[in-house]
């Protein structure tokens, strides 16, 4: 037997009586049925000293001493026939003392161990006194409120497994008998207690501890619902919640919670919220059958409007459930007289509005309602805690599934884009979506009008030349060493053929002393993977040759299939600066978009080289101003001079001597960009705006003007501009920068050569501060 009297605090005074039972064998003696008679005077006569079965036990070693008693006086209740297949006690609703156990339920204990506490899973101090008041709700006050959710034991078996078992209770043989102490109520007090059940401290105002008491006995029976069938089916109908094409989901759905809530007009609804818009959206276009409270006939709507205010707040921001229990109530209580009428249009007179929450995210609003006042309430939302989980699972892989669709087509119809300007591309694809997807539908090609361009790069100087440079030095050793091995050859073997093939080599190798040609390479390989390796890889060669030729194959690169140490070391060394430049330029752009966001583009080949574009059309929601422009444009300047910095304290460690020069090209009219749906790139847009294109792509190349000189110089930050205002600002950024001892004092300044179709351009150079090697935004 289970003894834990009071565990919890409670409204009652608990008395374990049989006294209906009594009652019920009194009649039965005094009735003209021969056998139930003396039946019952039998077992009248054993109980008849023992008052307390009737007034009611304390000393629960009573029940211990007269199990057998006991057990023939609950004979009817517990059928000799039954013990081996029901589960079943004598209990106290809520509480944990049990005892008459049948066969079965002492066969589950004792798998479970002697040390096993039966205890009522996540039953909690207040649930428990709470549910001792509905009791008294129900049978004192008539009120029929479903306050409970399902109550499960879990009891491990022999294996170890958990086992689920649902409870079910019995109270006939229960009378609840108010004392002294009790608080009478009236209907508005039972109104308020519905509409606050999480009130405990209202709940103990109305119903004082030890107030009434409990007399009498329960009975509780088990079964084993460690695969419920109706979960079962509710977890397989949101299996199938993201099957939008599934026109019998939302009856389905409706079904399973009526028989949860035991509501018959119950409806379901459900409203996607958008965290980035603030909106709350139907599901889409093909999900037109599940229904939304919010929405009504809408499909979208803006969170921030009056309508929602009422909820917005608790659902939203405080991911609270909110209620409301009777639309009379919350009309008169004048909240929100819009969002009364809006429910009272759709003929909701009460419902549920829960959040689906996951990792503190708002993943969507579940919703609950009723054509009936009261018929759903704060006590029976508490049912939500079963459901919201599988909730959670369904509605988050929704959100995955609608997103994988929406970066599919954004991947399929426009390109990886990047975060300042993705909201756009965004829309484009919901529209898609929203409009069931049709085979017409024609995709707006996305254009940001009245933006700046700001472009810069850092490039490897004579980055070609060291290249090449590179190229020759492998194949003059791979020319030496190949030469060296047929001369071995021909000393061995007098073959003519091999003098032939020494004195190509040897040609090749003239050549390599003039200026690479775009092909001499290919030429070269072809040569010797052709002509020379059947040749030294002849099996009758000497073995001393034999060692000689197997170090010259040792040399060859898997990938090149030719020798590729210089060259491999000033790749190495273009991989690491460009990897390092990149790096900084990425991690100092976050910073930059938290002041205005802006498009943002990187490329990396011989060097580093950037796009930006800002303007208000990049973000209309926050309001743009050329500070946002000026503050982008020292930015740039100062990060350009950061990555050279950079350049210089790393170079000496690199496996190949390389030397940078920065470029930032100024342009002050704001020109359109337009993304290019053949090129899935962005690209200007204008005649006019493919000027500036024409100069970024020309001005690295470009000479000062009468000179032969580069306008970039190695260490040097060159600034190329049109117009004098231009010039103005960025010799008050240098002057900042050389206060702050990053750049050096000298600036020159100069004219660019003209380019084809583009003249008037000049230039400002100023040497980095490489004695200040520290972060310039320190």
């Excluded at 009649?27 to 003209?32: D, L, M, Q, T």
């Excluded at 089916?233 to 809530?261: G, M, V």
């Excluded at 472009?455 to 030496?480: A, C, M, P, Y």
């Excluded at 990396?604 to 208000?616: C, M, P, R, T």
């Amino acid at each position: 037997m289970k003894r834990k009297l009071e565990q919890f605090e409670t409204p009652f005074i608990t008395q374990i009586s049989f006294h209906k039972l009594i009652e019920t064998l009194e009649s039965i003696a005094e009735s003209n049925v021969d056998y139930r008679v003396n039946y019952a005077k039998a077992l009248l006569k054993e109980i008849a000293g023992l008052p307390e079965f009737r007034t009611g036990i304390q000393d629960l070693s009573l029940i211990d001493e007269h199990k057998d008693l006991i057990k023939n006086l609950l004979a009817d209740l517990f059928p000799t026939a039954l013990t081996h297949n029901e589960i079943k006690a004598v209990a106290i609703p809520f509480h944990n003392i049990t005892f008459n156990y049948t066969q079965r339920f002492k066969k589950i204990l004792g798998a479970a161990g002697f040390d096993f506490d039966m205890n009522i899973r996540d039953f909690e101090d207040d649930l428990f006194y709470i549910m001792n008041c509905c009791l008294i709700l129900n049978d004192h006050y008539q009120q029929n409120i479903d306050f409970t959710n399902p109550l499960f034991y879990d009891i491990p078996d022999s294996n170890g497994i958990m086992k689920h078992y649902r409870i079910l209770y019995n109270a006939d043989f229960i009378e609840i008998i108010p004392t002294n102490k009790a608080i009478p109520l009236t209907q508005e007090d039972i109104d308020l207690l519905i509409e606050n059940f999480d009130d405990i401290a209202l709940w103990k105002e109305k119903f004082p501890l030890e107030s009434w008491i409990l007399k009498g006995f329960g009975i509780v029976q088990l079964y084993d619902a460690t695969t419920e069938s109706s979960v079962s089916t509710l977890k397989t109908n949101l299996l199938k919640a993201t099957d939008t094409k599934d026109e019998d989901l939302q009856e389905d759905f409706q079904s399973i919670f009526r028989s949860i809530f035991k509501i018959p007009d119950l409806k379901v609804g459900l409203t996607i919220y958008d965290p980035e818009d603030k909106k709350f959206i139907r599901p889409n276009v093909d999900a037109k059958n599940i229904q939304s409270v919010i929405l009504s006939e809408t499909e979208e709507a803006d969170c921030g409007k009056k309508l929602y205010d009422c909820f917005f707040n608790c659902v939203v921001k405080e991911k609270q459930t909110f209620i409301i229990s009777n639309l009379n109530h919350f009309e008169q209580a004048n909240i929100n007289d819009a969002f009364a009428k809006h429910l009272r249009s759709q003929n909701i007179q009460s419902c549920i509005l829960a959040p689906v929450v996951k990792n503190d995210e708002i993943l969507g609003v579940f919703e609950l309602s009723s054509e009936k006042p009261r018929a759903l309430n704060s006590i029976n939302a508490n049912k939500l805690d079963l459901i919201l989980p599988y909730l959670v699972d369904t509605l988050s892989r929704y959100r995955m599934d609608l997103q994988n669709q929406i970066e599919a087509i954004i991947q399929n119809e426009y390109t990886s884009i990047h975060s300042s300007v993705y909201w756009k591309f965004r829309k484009e694809a919901q529209k898609f979506l929203r409009t069931g997807q049709p085979k017409e539908h024609i995709f707006k090609e996305i254009v940001f009008k009245e933006v700046y361009p700001l472009f810069g790069e850092i490039d490897i100087k004579g980055s070609s030349e060291h290249r090449n440079q590179t190229v020759k030095q492998d194949l003059k050793k791979q020319l030496d060493t190949v030469i060296e091995i047929i001369e071995s050859l021909i000393s061995k073997a007098n073959l003519i053929i091999l003098e032939q093939r020494k004195f190509e080599l040897e040609s090749f190798r003239t050549e390599l002393d003039l200026p690479l040609k775009a092909d001499t390479e290919q030429i070269i390989q072809r040569y010797i993977e052709s002509e020379i390796h059947p040749v030294i890889q002849n099996e009758n060669a000497p073995e001393e040759i034999k060692t000689s030729i197997k170090k010259y194959f040792d040399k060859i690169d898997e990938k090149t299939g030719m020798f590729y140490q210089s060259r491999k070391k000033f790749d190495n060394a273009l991989t690491k600066v460009n990897k390092k430049l990149a790096s900084i330029l990425d991690e100092k752009q976050l910073e930059a978009q938290q002041i205005f966001p802006h498009y943002y583009e990187r490329f990396k080949s011989d060097g580093v080289e950037h796009n930006l574009y800002i303007g208000a059309s990049i973000d209309p929601n926050k309001p743009f101003d050329k500070i946002y422009l000026n503050n982008l444009r020292l930015w740039q300047l100062q990060t350009l001079c950061e990555m050279e910095l950079q350049h210089h304290e790393m170079k000496a460690d690199l496996p190949y001597h390389l030397e940078v020069t920065s470029l930032i090209l100024v342009f002050s009219s704001p020109i359109s960009i337009r993304f290019r749906m053949d090129e899935k790139r962005f690209d200007v847009d204008g005649t006019y705006n493919a000027r500036y294109e024409v100069v970024k792509k020309r001005i690295d190349k470009a000479f000062i003007k009468g000179t032969k000189e580069r306008i970039t110089e190695k260490e040097k930050i060159t600034i190329v501009y049109s117009h004098a205002n231009e010039k103005k600002e960025y010799m008050d950024y240098i002057k900042y920068l050389q206060f702050k001892e990053i750049l050096e004092p000298n600036v020159e300044q100069f004219e660019v050569e003209e380019l084809q179709g583009v003249s008037g351009l000049k230039g400002i150079r100023v040497k980095v501060a490489h004695q200040k090697a520290t972060s310039v935004h320190s």
